[in-house]
Protein backbone atom coordinates (compact mmCIF):
# COMPACT_ATOMS: atom_id res chain seq x y z
CA UNK A 1 0.00 0.00 0.00
CA UNK A 2 1.16 3.44 -0.75
CA UNK A 3 1.30 5.73 2.03
CA UNK A 4 2.67 9.57 1.63
CA UNK A 5 4.08 11.22 5.19
CA UNK A 6 4.02 14.41 5.42
CA UNK A 7 5.21 15.91 9.27
CA UNK A 8 2.07 16.42 11.20
CA UNK A 9 2.79 19.62 12.27
CA UNK A 10 5.29 22.41 12.42
CA UNK A 11 5.91 25.95 13.56
CA UNK A 12 7.54 29.10 12.27
CA UNK A 13 8.22 32.85 13.35
CA UNK A 14 6.33 35.17 11.38
CA UNK A 15 9.12 36.45 8.64
CA UNK A 16 10.58 33.02 8.84
CA UNK A 17 11.32 30.03 6.63
CA UNK A 18 9.84 27.15 6.86
CA UNK A 19 10.19 24.02 4.96
CA UNK A 20 7.48 20.98 4.57
CA UNK A 21 8.38 18.02 3.29
CA UNK A 22 6.60 14.96 1.79
CA UNK A 23 7.91 11.46 1.29
CA UNK A 24 6.93 8.27 -0.03
CA UNK A 25 7.09 4.71 2.25
CA UNK A 26 8.04 2.87 -0.66
CA UNK A 27 10.88 4.95 -2.19
CA UNK A 28 12.10 8.16 -3.29
CA UNK A 29 9.66 10.53 -4.26
CA UNK A 30 10.82 12.52 -8.19
CA UNK A 31 9.41 14.43 -10.19
CA UNK A 32 7.80 11.97 -12.51
CA UNK A 33 4.94 11.44 -9.33
CA UNK A 34 4.16 15.07 -10.59
CA UNK A 35 4.06 16.70 -6.50
CA UNK A 36 1.58 19.04 -6.15
CA UNK A 37 0.50 21.29 -3.26
CA UNK A 38 -2.45 22.50 -1.51
CA UNK A 39 -3.86 24.67 1.48
CA UNK A 40 -6.47 24.48 3.39
CA UNK A 41 -8.08 26.29 6.34
CA UNK A 42 -10.94 25.16 8.44
CA UNK A 43 -14.15 25.09 6.97
CA UNK A 44 -12.55 26.11 3.51
CA UNK A 45 -12.41 24.16 0.44
CA UNK A 46 -8.49 23.81 -0.17
CA UNK A 47 -6.15 26.43 -2.40
CA UNK A 48 -4.05 24.88 -4.84
CA UNK A 49 -0.35 26.18 -4.17
CA UNK A 50 1.93 24.20 -6.40
CA UNK A 51 2.12 21.59 -9.24
CA UNK A 52 4.31 19.75 -11.15
CA UNK A 53 7.29 20.40 -8.37
CA UNK A 54 7.82 23.60 -8.89
CA UNK A 55 5.02 25.81 -10.69
CA UNK A 56 3.03 28.22 -8.65
CA UNK A 57 -0.67 28.36 -9.56
CA UNK A 58 -2.24 31.30 -10.74
CA UNK A 59 -2.26 34.22 -7.74
CA UNK A 60 0.17 32.41 -5.83
CA UNK A 61 2.55 34.45 -4.01
CA UNK A 62 6.31 33.95 -4.48
CA UNK A 63 7.26 33.32 -0.96
CA UNK A 64 5.98 29.75 -1.92
CA UNK A 65 7.79 27.18 -3.55
CA UNK A 66 8.15 23.83 -4.44
CA UNK A 67 11.10 21.19 -5.07
CA UNK A 68 12.40 17.61 -4.72
CA UNK A 69 14.75 17.72 -1.68
CA UNK A 70 16.97 14.58 -1.15
CA UNK A 71 14.49 12.03 -1.68
CA UNK A 72 11.11 13.94 -1.36
CA UNK A 73 9.19 16.75 -2.57
CA UNK A 74 9.29 19.73 -0.61
CA UNK A 75 7.51 23.29 -0.15
CA UNK A 76 8.84 26.11 1.56
CA UNK A 77 7.64 29.17 2.58
CA UNK A 78 9.50 32.40 2.84
CA UNK A 79 8.83 35.18 4.84
CA UNK A 80 5.97 33.71 6.59
CA UNK A 81 3.22 35.52 7.52
CA UNK A 82 0.34 34.71 10.20
CA UNK A 83 -2.35 33.61 7.05
CA UNK A 84 0.21 31.10 6.36
CA UNK A 85 -1.22 29.99 9.38
CA UNK A 86 -3.07 26.78 7.61
CA UNK A 87 -3.19 22.63 6.98
CA UNK A 88 -0.82 21.64 3.83
CA UNK A 89 -1.22 18.51 1.70
CA UNK A 90 1.08 17.56 -0.93
CA UNK A 91 -0.52 15.09 -3.72
CA UNK A 92 1.81 12.20 -5.51
CA UNK A 93 -0.14 11.00 -8.87
CA UNK A 94 0.46 7.46 -9.57
CA UNK A 95 0.88 6.08 -13.41
CA UNK A 96 -1.87 4.12 -12.95
CA UNK A 97 -4.10 7.02 -12.27
CA UNK A 98 -4.29 7.01 -8.41
CA UNK A 99 -3.40 10.21 -6.86
CA UNK A 100 -2.71 9.90 -3.15
CA UNK A 101 -2.71 12.12 -0.80
CA UNK A 102 -0.52 13.10 2.16
CA UNK A 103 -1.81 12.84 5.68
CA UNK A 104 -1.30 16.71 6.17
CA UNK A 105 0.52 19.24 8.44
CA UNK A 106 -0.46 21.58 10.52
CA UNK A 107 1.62 25.22 10.49
CA UNK A 108 1.34 27.15 12.98
CA UNK A 109 2.64 30.82 12.91
CA UNK A 110 3.53 32.40 15.77
CA UNK B 1 -14.53 32.01 -14.85
CA UNK B 2 -14.17 28.24 -13.54
CA UNK B 3 -16.98 27.35 -11.39
CA UNK B 4 -18.03 24.12 -9.60
CA UNK B 5 -20.96 23.55 -7.75
CA UNK B 6 -21.61 20.45 -5.79
CA UNK B 7 -25.12 19.08 -4.36
CA UNK B 8 -26.83 15.72 -3.54
CA UNK B 9 -25.39 15.02 -0.05
CA UNK B 10 -27.33 14.61 3.16
CA UNK B 11 -27.96 12.16 5.75
CA UNK B 12 -28.34 8.44 4.63
CA UNK B 13 -28.78 5.39 6.37
CA UNK B 14 -25.64 2.36 6.59
CA UNK B 15 -26.45 0.72 3.33
CA UNK B 16 -27.80 3.39 1.52
CA UNK B 17 -27.17 4.97 -1.99
CA UNK B 18 -26.86 8.77 -2.71
CA UNK B 19 -25.92 10.50 -5.63
CA UNK B 20 -23.70 13.55 -5.53
CA UNK B 21 -24.02 16.11 -8.59
CA UNK B 22 -21.14 19.11 -10.07
CA UNK B 23 -22.06 21.68 -12.17
CA UNK B 24 -19.20 22.73 -13.66
CA UNK B 25 -18.93 25.97 -16.05
CA UNK B 26 -16.22 28.78 -17.37
CA UNK B 27 -14.42 25.61 -18.72
CA UNK B 28 -14.33 23.10 -21.69
CA UNK B 29 -15.91 20.15 -19.54
CA UNK B 30 -15.75 17.70 -22.16
CA UNK B 31 -11.80 18.41 -22.70
CA UNK B 32 -11.38 18.08 -18.68
CA UNK B 33 -10.38 15.23 -15.91
CA UNK B 34 -12.56 15.48 -13.19
CA UNK B 35 -12.33 13.68 -9.84
CA UNK B 36 -13.85 13.78 -6.48
CA UNK B 37 -12.02 14.22 -2.89
CA UNK B 38 -13.05 14.01 0.51
CA UNK B 39 -12.59 14.96 4.59
CA UNK B 40 -14.15 13.17 6.74
CA UNK B 41 -14.72 15.60 9.79
CA UNK B 42 -11.41 16.61 11.19
CA UNK B 43 -9.19 14.29 8.95
CA UNK B 44 -7.49 14.70 6.27
CA UNK B 45 -8.03 14.95 2.22
CA UNK B 46 -8.90 11.79 0.30
CA UNK B 47 -8.42 11.29 -3.36
CA UNK B 48 -12.18 8.93 -4.19
CA UNK B 49 -12.04 9.01 -7.93
CA UNK B 50 -11.20 10.34 -11.14
CA UNK B 51 -12.82 10.15 -14.81
CA UNK B 52 -10.12 10.25 -17.25
CA UNK B 53 -10.44 13.39 -20.15
CA UNK B 54 -11.72 11.12 -22.65
CA UNK B 55 -14.25 9.78 -20.39
CA UNK B 56 -12.95 6.62 -21.24
CA UNK B 57 -10.71 5.34 -18.32
CA UNK B 58 -12.11 5.88 -14.56
CA UNK B 59 -9.86 5.30 -11.44
CA UNK B 60 -10.86 4.47 -7.32
CA UNK B 61 -9.64 4.61 -4.28
CA UNK B 62 -9.35 1.32 -2.73
CA UNK B 63 -11.85 2.10 0.10
CA UNK B 64 -14.86 2.52 -1.77
CA UNK B 65 -13.73 0.37 -5.20
CA UNK B 66 -16.90 -1.84 -6.01
CA UNK B 67 -19.34 0.69 -4.33
CA UNK B 68 -18.63 4.57 -5.95
CA UNK B 69 -18.94 4.98 -9.75
CA UNK B 70 -18.17 8.28 -11.13
CA UNK B 71 -19.20 9.59 -14.35
CA UNK B 72 -20.48 12.71 -16.06
CA UNK B 73 -22.97 14.15 -18.62
CA UNK B 74 -21.37 16.28 -21.37
CA UNK B 75 -24.88 17.72 -22.08
CA UNK B 76 -25.18 19.08 -19.02
CA UNK B 77 -21.68 20.08 -17.86
CA UNK B 78 -22.18 17.91 -15.04
CA UNK B 79 -20.14 15.49 -12.94
CA UNK B 80 -21.89 12.84 -11.24
CA UNK B 81 -20.55 10.43 -8.02
CA UNK B 82 -22.72 7.14 -7.21
CA UNK B 83 -22.11 5.97 -4.26
CA UNK B 84 -24.03 2.43 -3.15
CA UNK B 85 -23.46 0.24 -0.05
CA UNK B 86 -22.80 3.48 2.06
CA UNK B 87 -20.78 2.73 5.28
CA UNK B 88 -20.64 5.30 8.52
CA UNK B 89 -17.04 5.69 7.63
CA UNK B 90 -17.55 7.20 4.09
CA UNK B 91 -19.29 10.54 5.78
CA UNK B 92 -17.41 13.74 4.82
CA UNK B 93 -17.25 17.02 2.69
CA UNK B 94 -17.38 15.45 -0.77
CA UNK B 95 -15.41 18.12 -3.18
CA UNK B 96 -15.36 18.01 -6.89
CA UNK B 97 -12.17 18.94 -8.32
CA UNK B 98 -10.73 19.43 -11.78
CA UNK B 99 -8.19 17.50 -13.09
CA UNK B 100 -5.11 19.88 -14.18
CA UNK B 101 -4.74 20.81 -17.42
CA UNK B 102 -3.14 19.30 -21.25
CA UNK B 103 -0.44 22.21 -22.98
CA UNK B 104 1.05 21.12 -26.39
CA UNK B 105 3.23 18.81 -25.02
CA UNK B 106 2.69 17.95 -21.10
CA UNK B 107 -0.51 17.04 -19.29
CA UNK B 108 -0.48 18.33 -15.34
CA UNK B 109 -2.23 16.06 -12.97
CA UNK B 110 -3.09 17.58 -10.15
CA UNK B 111 -6.12 19.57 -8.51
CA UNK B 112 -6.40 22.70 -9.99
CA UNK B 113 -9.95 24.58 -9.11
CA UNK B 114 -12.16 23.10 -5.76
CA UNK B 115 -15.49 23.37 -5.57
CA UNK B 116 -16.61 24.33 -2.07
CA UNK B 117 -18.36 20.96 -1.18
CA UNK B 118 -21.42 19.02 -0.24
CA UNK B 119 -21.74 16.83 3.22
CA UNK B 120 -22.74 13.19 3.24
CA UNK B 121 -23.51 11.88 6.80
CA UNK B 122 -24.35 8.06 7.08
CA UNK B 123 -25.65 7.39 10.03
CA UNK B 124 -28.77 5.26 11.33
Known amino acids: QTVVTQEPSFSVSPGGTVTLTCGLNSGSVSTSYSPSWYQQTPGQAPRTLIY???IRSSGVPDRFSGSILGNKAALTITGAQADDDSDYYCVLYMDSGISVFGGGTKLTVL | EVQLLESGGGLVQPGGSLRLSCAAS????????MSWVRQAPGKGLEWVSTIARSGGSTFYADSVKGRFTISRDLSKNTLYLQMNSLRVEDTAVYYC?????????????????WGQGTLVTVSS
Open chain 2, 26 to 33: GFTFSSSG
Open chain 2, 97 to 113: ARRGYCSSTNCYHYFDY
Open chain 1, 52 to 54: STN
